[in-house]
């Protein structure tokens, strides 16, 4: 279940399931916070601006630009269109809250810039014009401080096409691995039916191979391609 976002007055936004105290103390200096979001609205004000960002700016009503960036207030405005109770808090509660690091944030003089880190479908280039003002530990990685395996969850019926010819961005622009084996088997899990196979990729192999790792969220790793000689069946466990 989505838990609610509050705002602490103090320290910002935060996410915190309901508990005896209403609202549910601020985790830094544990003060009561103002209520912003329920988990309701906010799973569907997130599930908004991710695929605005990432799939239909033109639908929504936002202009891009070559690294995917856009201005805050472009998708507040957005979002109130759809959404009435959507405010430029709502917005920053989703932003500032999501789990998976889905949202990068820079401010660029007085204009504040905002842009999905990943899981694109339309044509961007997240490596276009690249700063150091983007918010949060989300930068690039160097080759050298890549996990030496990351991982791909799948449904099992796709596990004798991908070990024959590789992992392929298909309606995305990259593909998406992940950091953890059991996160890799959670994203598996929404497209099989049954246990999702999670596939095992050598990282140093990967980039040997002349294709480049990016870190792009919380626990996401993106690549043009993976062949199937950097892949290998990790075991159930």
């Not at 700016?57 to 201005?71: E, K, V």
């Amino acid at each position: 279940m989505t838990e609610p976002v509050f705002e602490c007055a103090t320290h910002g936004y935060y996410a915190r399931a309901a508990d005896d105290r209403d609202p549910p103390a601020c985790p830094a200096c544990d003060g009561d916070g103002d209520r912003i979001l329920d988990g309701h609205r906010r799973r569907r004000l997130s599930t908004f601006c991710s695929g605005a960002l990432r799939h239909f700016p033109d639908d929504a009503g936002l202009t891009l630009d070559a690294g995917g960036w856009t201005a805050l207030t472009e998708l507040v405005a957005c979002a109130e269109r759809q959404y009435g109770w959507a405010d430029d808090r709502a917005v920053g509660a989703v932003v500032a809250t999501d789990p998976k690091g889905r949202f990068e944030r820079r401010e660029r003089g007085d204009r504040v810039e905002i842009r999905a880190a990943y899981g694109h479908s339309i044509a961007v280039d997240l490596d276009a014009g690249r700063r150091d003002d983007v918010s949060g530990d989300r930068e690039t990685e160097t080759q050298d401080d890549l996990p030496e395996t990351l991982y791909h969850g799948t449904a099992p019926r796709n596990l004798d096409a991908i070990l024959d010819e590789g992992l392929k961005p298909m309606g995305r622009q990259t593909v998406h691995l992940s950091g953890g084996r059991e996160t890799a088997r959670t994203v598996g899990q929404r497209h099989a039916d049954g246990d999702p196979v999670v596939l095992a990729v050598d990282v140093r192999e990967l980039t040997a191979a002349g294709f480049d790792v990016r870190k792009r969220g919380v626990d996401t790793y993106t690549a043009e391609r993976v062949p199937p000689e950097c892949l290998t069946r990790s075991p159930n466990v």
